[in-house]
């Protein structure tokens, strides 16, 4: 009788060391059965769910006011479109909540990720000084967030979290547009433009450091659009004819820098992964063809005032402004955002697209990379 039980005992106790080895190379990784991978945001307006809401500046750095919102929140939100924005379809391809803006008040639990980003914002601190979240503050802020992770959590735990979430970034814009809004002809000298743009990229590429330093693998970016086709662009320089080729050239220049950077961080930084989505390239496409993507107005706003409804007034208490009816037929909402259906678009590229429009990894990709360990587990 002992002689038939204690071949099922070693098979038993067998079976439990294998199931063992399993978890073992998963990792810590066990807790993502029930928690999804976090998604910490950075940057400007692009990404903004309603920061500066609460910080002392002017309203052109603010969208809490109507006709913001109103095609799906039916609320401002601050949100500078009138609907979501690209990390807020992400999320929900990603099956996670809204992410809400950190500066919100009754945030509290970080699990699912924050988002830092600040209408207005540069990579550099001279970007609108004193009244936008620059990104140097924005990387404060996460430092802050980090330690509440490890306070809360543990640091084991924590390290997992932080290891396995995908960090998002869309800024540059604001540092070319403030010094272009002040004096149009600023990036007419190569030299400037060459040299500014290193700070930019440089700036950025030290925040990206620091965050992986504390334990940040996957990280997500969109480079800049051709901003001389901005209705705001437009309406400063009076141009009647299209874009402002110069303005974009400045683009073109930043999306090389930044892509090589990252390629430099590619290989230098162990386990460092991104996914780089060409807004540019997906953008101007929509302007070039606007009725095959569903569109009807690519050059003026939806909302503004002046040329091209190119000055941000939209939403204005101060001075009057127009809004269109229908704002499904514009590719930008305002002088300088486009419209929810743009955004939507587009996010579904960063998130699924092939290598042609987002490289080496889509956003898919990134939130599914360290999941690989789920299905053993539950299987």
């Known amino acids: 009788m002992e002689r038939a039980i204690f071949?099922?005992?070693?098979?038993?106790?067998?079976?439990?060391?294998?199931?063992?080895?399993?978890?073992?190379?998963?990792?810590?990784?066990?807790?993502?059965?029930?928690?999804?991978?976090?998604?910490?945001?950075?940057?400007?307006?692009?990404?903004?769910?309603?920061?500066?809401?609460?910080?002392?500046?002017?309203?052109?750095?603010?969208?809490?006011?109507?006709p913001y919102g109103e095609s799906f929140f039916n609320t401002s939100?601050?949100?500078?479109?009138?609907?979501r924005t690209i990390p807020d379809f992400i999320s929900d391809y990603a099956k996670l909540p809204l992410i809400p803006p950190y500066l919100q008040p009754d945030i509290h639990d970080y699990v699912y990720g924050v988002n830092f980003a600040s209408i207005g914002a540069g990579t550099l601190v001279e970007t609108h000084p004193g009244l936008v979240i620059d990104l140097k503050t924005q990387l404060s802020n996460f430092y802050k967030v980090e330690k509440q992770l490890r306070d809360k959590l543990g640091c084991e735990e924590a390290n997992?979290?932080?290891?396995?979430?995908?960090?998002?970034?869309?800024?540059?814009?604001?540092?070319?547009?403030?010094?272009?809004?002040?004096?149009?002809?600023?990036?007419e000298s190569e030299?400037?433009?060459?040299?500014?743009?290193?700070?930019?990229?440089?700036?950025?590429?030290?925040?990206?450091?620091?965050?992986y330093k504390l334990g940040a693998r996957k990280f997500g970016f969109m480079n800049l659009t051709p901003i001389g086709c901005l209705p705001l662009v437009k309406a400063l320089k009076r141009e009647t004819g299209g874009?402002?080729?110069?303005?974009t050239e400045v683009a073109k220049i930043h999306n090389r820098a930044l892509s090589e950077s990252l390629q430099k961080l590619e290989s230098n930084l162990q386990d460092f992964k991104y996914s780089l989505h060409d807004f540019f390239t997906s953008f101007g496409e929509r302007s070039e063809n606007p009725s095959k993507y569903g569109f009807k107005e690519v050059n003026m706003a939806c909302c503004g005032s002046g040329p091209y409804r190119g000055f941000p007034v939209c939403g204005s208490v101060r001075r009057e402004y127009e809004l269109c009816e229908h704002p499904n037929d514009f590719l930008y909402f305002d002088a300088t955002?486009?419209?929810?259906?743009?955004?939507?678009?587009v996010a579904k590229l960063f998130w699924s697209g092939n290598s042609d429009i987002t490289w080496p990894y889509n956003i898919k990709?990134?939130?599914?990379?360290?999941?690989?360990?789920r299905s053993s587990l539950v299987s």
């Open 7 to 66: 071949p099922e005992y070693l098979w038993a106790f067998s079976t439990l060391l294998f199931l063992a080895g399993i978890a073992s190379s998963c990792s810590d990784r066990y807790w993502l059965l029930q928690k999804p991978v976090a998604f910490f945001i950075f940057g400007d307006s692009i990404f903004d769910a309603g920061n500066n809401n609460y910080i002392n500046t002017s309203p052109r750095f603010q969208a809490n006011y109507w």
């Open 77 to 83: 939100t601050g949100r500078a479109t009138n609907g």
């Open 160 to 187: 997992t979290l932080l290891s396995t979430a995908v960090y998002l970034f869309s800024v540059g814009g604001n540092d070319y547009f403030a010094p272009f809004q002040k004096n149009t002809s600023f990036f």
């Open 191 to 211: 030299y400037i433009q060459k040299e500014y743009t290193s700070m930019v990229i440089g700036t950025l590429t030290n925040v990206i450091q620091e965050i």
């Open 243 to 247: 874009c402002v080729q110069g303005f």
């Open 337 to 345: 955002h486009p419209t929810e259906k743009a955004y939507k678009q």
């Open 365 to 373: 990709s990134l939130f599914e990379l360290d999941n690989k360990c």
